[in-house]
């Protein structure tokens, strides 16, 4: 079955840089489009960012588009996301996420076009 694993949380200062990780196992990245959300406790998860099945397509929140960059490594069957100048707003647990569909055409943007999440990992941005 499907595993996407997250790892690079951590405690930082603002103004910091944090690079996620998510290492997919039971699929193949390169086929699918795929996403991070995020989620404080109280509130609904949100999406932050995601990258089309062919990474023809990067698509961002507007408060983290300048700073953060999603991309995937084909051959590391891994999906990133290279978060820069992190402000203590940006403070969340952070999902890994894969679209249900394969090779969809629609870039993620919802949390209704998830197929598989990852467990999380905890960004902490103190000010």
């Known amino acids: 079955q499907v595993q996407l694993v997250e790892s690079g949380g951590g405690s930082v200062q603002a103004g910091d840089s944090l690079r996620l990780s998510c290492a997919a196992s039971?699929?193949?990245?390169?086929?699918?489009?795929m996403a991070w959300f995020r989620q404080v406790p109280g509130k609904e998860r949100e999406f932050v960012a995601a990258i089309s099945w062919n990474q023809s397509v990067l698509r961002y929140i507007p408060s983290v588009k300048a700073r953060f960059a999603i991309s995937k490594d084909n051959d590391e069957n891994t999906l990133y996301l290279q978060m820069n100048n992190l402000e203590p707003e940006d403070s969340a647990v952070y999902y890994c996420a894969v679209d249900r569909t394969i090779r969809g055409t629609v870039v993620i943007t919802t949390a209704a076009q998830i197929g598989s999440w990852g467990q999380g990992t905890q960004v902490t941005v103190s000010s």
């Open positions: 039971g699929l193949t990245v390169s086929a699918y489009g």
